[in-house]
C-alpha cells in the first residue's frame, strides 16, 4: 500500500493546484504580447487551450485514481508539471517562433497548447485523484467531490487576484513561472513523503524560493543609465496593464516605448526628441486654437505630447492608468509637464474632476486594446463637460481610412462624436498605408467651434510647418459639421462599444504583416524586433 496524503495535506494541495492554473492562464498572455499582442483573440486562445487542457486532464485524472497508487499518481502528477514549469522560460521562445508563421488568429492558440498544456492537463489530473484519496468510502465520494471542487475554486479565486494584482506587476513572467516550478516541486515533495518528513522538506523548498524572489527583488532594482544610448532593450517589465519595453536603437539613434508588442512612442538620441508623426500632428491642435492656456492629456505613453505643450507654455495635466508607464517616461523620455500628473482611469478623473481645458488629448490604447469605455457618448459628454467654450478634443486612434473593415470604425467615431459636439473631423497622420501596412493612426477632432487653422501651420513652429507640407494634400479625411447626421456606423455607447470588435480585424492583419515580414529571420532576430523580453 503507498502512501496518501493527509485531509490537511490533500487540502492544501487541492487549494494551492488551483491556485497555480489560474496563474499560469494569467502569465501566458505576457508570454504572447509581444509577437501577437493582448487582444480578445489572444485572451480567447488561451481561455480556449486552458480549457481543453483541463478537461483532458481531468479525464486521465479519473483513470490513474481507480489505479492502485492514487498517492503515487497525484505526487506525479505535481511533480511532472513542476519540472515543465522550471524548464518552460527556458524554451518559451522557441515555441513562440514555431508559431509565428501560423499568423495572429491561429498563432497565439497553438502557441499557449505548447506553453501551457503539458502542466495544465497534470494540473486538471490532481481534482479527481483528490477526490478518491479523500473519499473514506463509497459513501463519502459524493462529499469529497463537493469539498474538492470548493478547495480548487477558492484557490483559483486566490490565484487569480494575487497574480493579476501583486505579481505580474512586480516580477518578469519567466521568473513567476520558475517559481511556481518551485512550488509545484514543493507540492509534489508533500503529497510523496510521510507526515513526519513533510515539514522539514516543506521549510527547504520554501527557503530555495525566497532566495529566488530575494534574488530577482535584487536585480529589479539595480539602476539603469537611461543618459548613455545602447542597442538593444534598455528597460523591461509587465505592469498590471501592459507588456512594456524600452528600446535603443543605433542606426539611426532613436528610442522606442512597446507597449504589447506595438510601437508607441519614438524619439530620437540622445535628443529626445519627438519622431512620431501622430504627435507631431497633435500639434495641428494649437494652430487651431493659438491662443490655449491649458491642456488635459489622457493617456501618457512617452510623454512627448505634454513636453511640446510644456515649451509653449501651456499647462498641462496628466492622467495615465498605468504608474510604472509615469516612471518609465520620466526616466527614458525625458517626460516633464508644466501641470498635474494624475494616476487614474482616464474617465473617473474627467467626473470627478472640476477643471476646465481648451484641449484635451485623448491617446488611450495599449497594443491593440482600446479601453471602450473612453470612446462612447457618455464619455464624450464627459470630455465636453471639461473643455472650456470653443474648446477641443482630439483622439489618435489607429484604423484604416481605405480599407472596407477600417471605414465602419471611422464612421462610427464621427457619428458618435457629432452626437455631442457640432463639428467633428479625421486627419490621416501618417504614411503607413503607403508603405503597405494594414493600419494607421487617424487623429479625430471635435469642438462646438469650426474646426479651422486660425494660425496656418506653414507660420508655425518649423517643425510643424515641415509636417503639415508633407499632409498639405489630405489635411481632412472626412469633417462631419452641424445637422449632417448621415454618417452610417454603430454609435458606441456606454452600453454598446463594439470598437475592438470593429478594429480587431485590422489589428489582426497588421499583426500578420508585421510577423509575416519577420518570419524568415532568425528567432533571436525576431524577439529583438518585436520586443520579447521580459
Known amino acids: 500500500m503507498t502512501h496518501t496524503p493527509g485531509p490537511r495535506r490533500l487540502s492544501a494541495i487541492v487549494f494551492l493546484s488551483g491556485a497555480i492554473v489560474l496563474a499560469l492562464e494569467l502569465v501566458c498572455p505576457r508570454f504572447l504580447a509581444p509577437a501577437f499582442g493582448a487582444g480578445h483573440s489572444v485572451w480567447s486562445a488561451v481561455i480556449a487551450s486552458t480549457l481543453a487542457a483541463l478537461a483532458a486532464g481531468y479525464a486521465l485524472g479519473g483513470r490513474w485514481a481507480d489505479g492502485p497508487r492514487p498517492g503515487m499518481a497525484l505526487a506525479g502528477c505535481l511533480a511532472g508539471a513542476a519540472a515543465w514549469a522550471l524548464l518552460l522560460p527556458w524554451v518559451r521562445h522557441l515555441f513562440v517562433g514555431w508559431t509565428l508563421p501560423l499568423g495572429p488568429v491561429s498563432g497565439p492558440y497553438i502557441a499557449s497548447i505548447l506553453l501551457m498544456g503539458p502542466p495544465l492537463v497534470l494540473l486538471g489530473a490532481v481534482a479527481p485523484i483528490a477526490v478518491r484519496a479523500g473519499a473514506l468510502d463509497l459513501g463519502h465520494v459524493g ?15 486566490a490565484g487569480a487576484l494575487l497574480t493579476g494584482v501583486v505579481l505580474i506587476p512586480w516580477m518578469p513572467g519567466s521568473d513567476l513561472v520558475s517559481g511556481i516550478g518551485v512550488a509545484l516541486l514543493a507540492l509534489a515533495v508533500l503529497a510523496a513523503i510521510p507526515a513526519r518528513r513533510a515539514a522539514a522538506a516543506a521549510v527547504t523548498i520554501v527557503a530555495a524560493l525566497a532566495a529566488a524572489v530575494y534574488t530577482q527583488h535584487e536585480r529589479a532594482t539595480e539602476t539603469p543609465d537611461p543618459l548613455t544610448p545602447a542597442t538593444g532593450v534598455r528597460f523591461a517589465r509587465n505592469s498590471r496593464f501592459a507588456n512594456i519595453v524600452v528600446q535603443d536603437l543605433i542606426e539611426p539613434p ?36 493659438p491662443h490655449a492656456e491649458s491642456a488635459l492629456v489622457i493617456g501618457l505613453g512617452g510623454g512627448v505630447t505634454p513636453r511640446a505643450l510644456a515649451r509653449q507654455g501651456i499647462r498641462t495635466d496628466v492622467v495615465e492608468i498605468d504608474p510604472v508607464v509615469v ?21 473617473t478623473f474627467l467626473r470627478r474632476s472640476t477643471n ?12 491593440d486594446s482600446h479601453p471602450f469605455h473612453l470612446f462612447t457618448v457618455e464619455a464624450y459628454e464627459d470630455c465636453l463637460s471639461r473643455l472650456t467654450d470653443g474648446g477641443l478634443l482630439s483622439i489618435n486612434l489607429v484604423g484604416s481610412a ?27 497622420t501618417d504614411t503607413r498605408a503607403a508603405r503597405g501596412a494594414p493600419c494607421e493612426n487617424l487623429l479625430f477632432l471635435a469642438s462646438n467651434s469650426p474646426l479651422e487653422y486660425r494660425t496656418p501651420p506653414r507660420t508655425a513652429a518649423p517643425e510643424l510647418a515641415a509636417y503639415y507640407s508633407r499632409i498639405a494634400q489630405r489635411p481632412l479625411l472626412f469633417e462631419l459639421r452641424d445637422g449632417d447626421r448621415t454618417v452610417v456606423g454603430p454609435m458606441f ?30 528567432w533571436a532576430e525576431v524577439m529583438e524586433r518585436i520586443h520579447g523580453s521580459d
Open 143 to 157: 462529499r469529497s467531490a463537493g469539498r474538492v471542487a470548493a478547495l480548487s475554486t477558492a484557490g483559483s479565486i
Open 402 to 428: 481605405t480599407d472596407p473593415r477600417g471605414r465602419t470604425l471611422v464612421a462610427s467615431v464621427l457619428r458618435t462624436l457629432g452626437a455631442v459636439f457640432q463639428h467633428a473631423a479625421v486627419l490621416q
Open 254 to 289: 532613436r528610442r522606442a516605448l512597446i507597449l504589447d508588442g506595438l510601437t508607441h512612442t519614438i524619439v530620437s538620441l540622445p535628443e529626445l526628441e519627438n519622431l512620431s508623426e501622430v504627435y507631431t500632428a497633435f500639434g495641428l491642435t494649437t494652430c487651431m486654437r
Open 327 to 347: 516612471d518609465v517616461a520620466r526616466t527614458w523620455f525625458g517626460f516633464e509637464s508644466l501641470g498635474e500628473v494624475h494616476v487614474a482611469d482616464g474617465r
Open 356 to 367: 476646465r481645458y481648451d484641449l484635451i488629448f485623448l491617446d488611450a490604447a495599449s497594443g
Open 493 to 522: 455607447t456606454d452600453d454598446h462599444c463594439p470598437i475592438d470588435d470593429l478594429s480587431s480585424s485590422l489589428v489582426l492583419a497588421h499583426r500578420g504583416w508585421v510577423l509575416a515580414s519577420n518570419a524568415s529571420a532568425g
